[in-house]
């Protein structure tokens, strides 16, 4: 099994971390805790407006805003990207220092300062080609008495812990 997106672009998965051998979606108290929140965590992130979007409508505008996309970062610091705004993120990663941020609650702060400040991607900046086979998919989970349950276990891990 190889890695898998799962409803957005961006935080990949082990497949054997989220299915079982028959293909089954695993309960979520099987899951190891960081799979776990992020799962828990992408089904509230995938009706997000883009942050990028968000930042040049504001709260007033919200229908304005494109659907979210991508999602890159650590969990409840995470920056939400529309398929026109990815490119900015990942110029902004790769070439305009925001690596320096990888696995920092600072990630989403420092691309929303530079986003705000008029940071853009040059317009030849090549987006990545995606495959997507059913990107409105999200594993539905199971195994915990509810799904505030599933939430409040998976937002109890140490954030501080993580090393993505």
């Known amino acids: 099994m190889g890695k898998v997106n799962i409803a957005l672009r961006g935080w990949r998965f082990d497949e054997s971390a ?3 051998d028959d293909g ?4 979520i108290d099987e899951m190891e805790p960081t799979t ?10 995938i009706d997000s407006p883009c942050h990028a979007c968000w930042l040049i409508h504001g709260d007033s505008e919200l229908d304005a805003c494109n659907d979210a ?4 970062g650590e969990p409840l610091s995470e920056v939400v990207l529309c398929e026109e705004h990815e490119p900015d993120f990942r110029y902004w990663f790769r070439e305009q220092g925001g690596a320096d941020h990888r696995g920092e609650p600072a990630l989403q702060d420092a691309f929303h300062e530079w986003f705000a400040d008029g940071g853009r991607a040059p317009e030849e900046y090549e987006p990545v080609e995606h495959v997507d086979t059913d990107p409105s998919a999200v594993p539905s989970v199971s195994g915990t008495g509810s799904a505030a349950d599933a ?11 993580l090393d993505i």
């Not at 776990?36 to 992130?45: A, G, K, N, P, S």
């Not at 996309?69 to 890159?72: D, G, H, P, R, T």
């Open 36 to 45: 776990r929140e992020r799962i828990v965590r992408l089904r509230q992130l």
């Open 69 to 72: 996309a991508a999602v890159y």
């Open 18 to 20: 989220v299915f079982t």
């Open 24 to 27: 089954d979606i695993k309960p």
């Open 151 to 161: 939430e409040q276990e998976a937002q109890s891990v140490d954030l501080d812990s």
